[in-house]
């Protein structure tokens, strides 16, 4: 008999990306992982349940008669969690920690919905992103949203959000640029230390320009500070004021005219936000509440 229902999460995802690779990424797993959980399955079931071919996954007539089954199966757990979290001693702050851009301007629109969902008080902390594994490694926080995996053994990571990084101004500017227009700007940059610095200074690294190079007039660890300085700027100033920041830090102001976007020709600048948890906590009734309530915003 199946003593858990993860190796049945496991099949699920499978299914639902189609792929071996792809649903070890979404359960932060390895891929030999994955392989061995199906096979356990097939195993005990004595058959096969899935068939791995060229343009993806296909299942077996057992295999879809299981994913049925583990279909009703989720949903019953789930439902079953939402009536522990009941009669579970709800005394307590539940602790989540994030990076600045998420925890500033993604986390706050549904800190209200995570607190209802787990019918308690949930506090936050925001920190660069090594900070904050840091903190969920000593058990200070039960939840991590950040923007760079940092990857730690003990920890699982789950794949959330795209974001992109885009050039900014308070000035109408090009939507398009080449690497020569970058040295028309004055420009205001995060700290070396930050995953956005990094992850510019290698696209920067790929079209043949360096950060040294430009005419920086600041250098700023707060996305807030960033983002205020260039909409304080002078407007009327030949050199445009900009940096490059998460589109989802200025994504008001942009709707609203008030600050300017734009993007390197032939470059697109992402990344995906992380989910974050210890490994045993991954049966906890709150954290996987909060996980699944995330992972769900996804889907809308």
Known sequence: MLK????????????????????????????????????????YLDTKIVDRKKNGIILTKEGEDLYRIAQRLEKS?????????KIINKEFTFVMGSSFSIGNYVLPNYLGEIKKRIDNEVFMNVDVSDKII?????????????????FKDGIIYREWVEDELVLF??????????????????????????????????????????CANFNV??????????????MHADKQADRPLVSIMSRHVIKSEIDEGRLFEARLKNHKITRHFYIAYLKERKHDAFVDNVVHYLLS????
């Open 4 to 43: 858990d229902f993860a190796k049945l999460q496991t099949f699920l995802m499978v299914i639902k990306e189609k792929s071996f690779s792809k649903a070890s990424a979404k359960l932060g797993i390895s891929q030999p992982a994955v392989t061995q959980q199906i096979k356990f399955i097939e195993d």
């Open 77 to 85: 757990i789930q439902s079953g969690e939402k009536d522990l979290l």
């Open 134 to 150: 840091e903190q969920l490694e000593d058990k200070k926080i039960d939840v991590a949203l950040i923007e760079s995996p940092v």
């Open 169 to 210: 101004s308070n000035q109408p500017i090009k939507k398009h640029l080449s690497a020569d227009d970058l040295f028309d700007f004055d420009w205001i940059c995060r700290n070396e230390e930050s995953h956005t610095r990094r992850l510019t200074s290698e696209t920067f690294e790929e079209i043949g320009v360096n």
């Open 217 to 230: 007039i600041g250098v700023l660890t707060s996305p807030t500070s960033i983002k205020e300085s260039i």
């Open 297 to 300: 915003l996804n889907k809308v």
